[in-house]
């Protein structure tokens, strides 16, 4: 059986490891040289690269507030010093050294001589942990402390056992300059910019542990403005800024390799939205014309021979806007005053407007005045029209005086009551019957003269048409006789009276 001192010196080889060094993307073979637009499809197709390799950190842990634009609650939390090995693994080597441990009789713990203190690595500095969300950008340990991993969270697994493993979480990384092909470098109009990142497709898993602190990746524009505000003052460094401004696929060929992302693209639209400030972001407002003049509407009374511009201009319709909370609060009373509503619009004797199309009798198309003369609930109603013909149409056909927007406006100064906002649509529709009375008499007279008019013209057409044809049967008959010689003269009468 091993003795403790072996034991102790195992473990102390372990945790003396060097940990690797972090590999690049053009140090793996998963990122061919592109062969500017020559490559098939199939080779252009992204496949998911090795892992990045980061350093994990053994640290006296504290939660940093994340980059979200939402109040994240910042809790403190603290855990015992270990040391995770590269890549996450869930077991490191002096955990096995002290399970083998556990095993013998239990001669005690070794004395703290016998192994090499954490003080002596450079992971025992008590380090922050950062409390990441989806759609944070962090830098990731790579082992150089002047060249950090740069990579957007894409999804959080956090551990139930936190004080003894950390969690993960998946990673999108963005690619440094000198991860990006020499060819596609040469494509960018202006050269890289300084502080410059290019967003991937690739993904992977990542320890906690090897979070080092928040970062920001915005746009060129948005940099622009963050730096004038930090040299004005009106904002403070926390956290160093990356400048993104296309998507690099590795695998793609060269002149497809860069795609241009902008806005929230920058994070996979993952991060906080940014806020629509602009005046590309506004609307356009039409000029306020305010109501026509009297002189306009003068204007264009002139050939309607039941308006006359003496009369007294009518106000302004109402116009109601729609409130949800109605349907809410007041579906039943709406509904019912709805049905209420439908009787006293389409009452018998009621004049309304109807819409007649042109066709092959009239020879315009425009609106009609009617006057009802039954009313079928849910059905049709049927109207004498202002030209004499006598049809059934359906309700949604006609127009009434009292609109439904001028309707739903006593049912609102009511405050939802049905009487009073019956009674005041009743009188509404009282007032409006008398002018539009008087407009349906104008109408009859008028259809009334032109249908004479009309029929007139018809009889003179016919008595004309009787006087040639006698005529002509006159004509017949007394050249009966010399038929030859004058069928030219005939011809030539027949053609004039054509």
Same mark, same amino acid.
């Given at each position: 059986?091993?003795s ?11 945790s ?5 060094s972090?590999k690049?993307?053009e140090?793996?073979?998963d990122?061919?040289e ?10 252009a ?8 390799v980061?350093?994990t950190?053994?640290?006296l ?11 994240k ?9 270990h ?17 083998r441990?556990?095993k013998?009789?239990g001669r ?5 001589g016998?192994t090499?203190s ?5 992971d025992?500095?008590?380090?922050e942990?950062v ?16 060249d ?18 950390p969690g ?5 990384w963005?690619?440094?300059p000198?991860?990006v092909?020499a060819?596609?470098?040469?494509l ?12 991937? !497709? ?7 542990d090897a979070? &080092?602190g928040?970062?920001? $990746?915005? +746009? /060129?524009?948005?940099y %622009?403005?963050?730096?004038t ?27 497809k ?8 693209a920058?994070r996979?639209?993952?991060g ?7 005046e ?18 003068a204007t264009?009374a002139?050939g309607? !021979?039941w ?8 106000? &302004?319709?109402?116009?109601q $806007?729609? +409130? /949800?909370?109605?349907? %809410?609060?007041?579906s ?7 049905q209420l509503?439908?009787p006293?619009?389409?009452s ?18 425009g ?8 009313y079928?609930p849910?059905?049709h109603v049927r ?7 006598v049809?059934?149409v ?13 309707a739903?406006?006593?049912f ?7 009487c ?7 009188a509404?529709?009282?007032?409006a ?10 109408e009859v007279v ?9 029929r007139?013209a018809q009889?003179?057409t ?6 040639y044809?006698?005529?002509d049967?006159?004509?017949?008959d007394?050249?009966d006789g010399d038929d ?5 003269q ?6 004039r009276r054509?």
């Amino acid at each position: 059986m091993a003795s403790d001192e072996e034991l102790t010196q195992d473990a102390s080889v372990t945790s003396e490891q060097p940990h690797e060094s972090p590999k690049r993307p053009e140090e793996r073979s998963d990122a061919p040289e592109g062969d500017d637009g020559n490559a098939t499809e199939s080779e252009a197709e992204e496949t998911a690269p090795l892992p990045r390799v980061t350093r994990t950190r053994s640290s006296l842990l504290r939660v940093v507030e994340s980059d979200s634009e939402s109040e994240k609650s910042a809790v403190r939390r603290t855990r015992r010093q270990h040391a995770m090995p590269i890549n996450g693994a869930s077991k490191p080597a002096a955990a096995k050294a002290s399970g083998r441990k556990k095993k013998g009789k239990g001669r005690g713990r070794p004395k703290r001589g016998a192994t090499k203190s954490d003080s002596d690595s450079d992971d025992s500095v008590p380090g922050e942990y950062v409390n990441v969300q989806v759609g944070d950008c962090v830098l990731l340990d790579s082992g150089d402390p002047n060249d950090s991993f740069v990579a957007l969270v894409s999804s959080v697994q956090r551990s139930q056992n936190f004080d003894r493993e950390p969690g993960t979480f998946t990673a999108q990384w963005y690619y440094k300059p000198d991860d990006v092909r020499a060819d596609v470098r040469g494509l960018i109009k202006g050269g890289v910019l300084e502080g410059e990142v290019f967003l991937s !497709p690739h993904k992977d898993k990542n320890s906690i542990d090897a979070v &080092l602190g928040l970062c920001n $990746v915005v +746009s /060129p524009e948005e940099y %622009e403005e963050v730096q004038t505000e930090i040299k004005r003052g009106f904002r403070e460094k926390t956290k160093p800024y990356f400048i993104c401004r296309y998507k690099y696929y590795p695998n793609r060929p060269t002149k497809k390799a860069l795609e241009i992302v902008r806005h929230d693209a920058i994070r996979s639209h993952l991060g906080p939205l940014r806020p629509k400030v602009g005046e590309h972001f506004q609307a356009r407002v039409p000029e306020f014309t305010g109501p026509p003049t009297p002189s306009s509407t003068a204007t264009t009374a002139v050939g309607v !021979p039941w308006r006359s511009p003496a009369l007294p201009q009518s106000p &302004l319709r109402c116009q109601q $806007v729609w +409130s /949800p909370l109605v349907l %809410e609060h007041q579906s039943s009373g709406l509904h019912q005053f709805l049905q209420l509503l439908k009787p006293v619009q389409y009452s018998v004797g009621n004049v309304l407007k109807l819409f007649r199309r042109r066709d092959a009798l009239t020879e315009a198309s425009g609106h009609v005045r009617c006057i009802v003369v039954s009313y079928e609930p849910a059905d049709h109603v049927r109207v004498c029209l202002s030209t004499g013909h006598v049809q059934a149409v359906l309700p949604s056909e006609l127009s009434s005086p009292l609109g439904d927007d001028a309707a739903l406006t006593h049912f609102y100064q009511s405050r939802f009551n049905l009487c009073a906002a019956i009674a005041g649509c009743a009188a509404d529709i009282e007032r409006a019957q008398r002018l539009e009375r008087d407009a349906f008499r104008r109408e009859v007279v008028e259809f009334s003269q032109l249908e004479v008019a009309k029929r007139q013209a018809q009889a003179l057409t016919i008595e004309a048409l009787e006087l040639y044809t006698e005529e002509d049967e006159e004509e017949d008959d007394e050249g009966d006789g010399d038929d030859d010689d004058d069928d030219a003269q005939i011809l030539t009468t027949r053609k004039r009276r054509k």
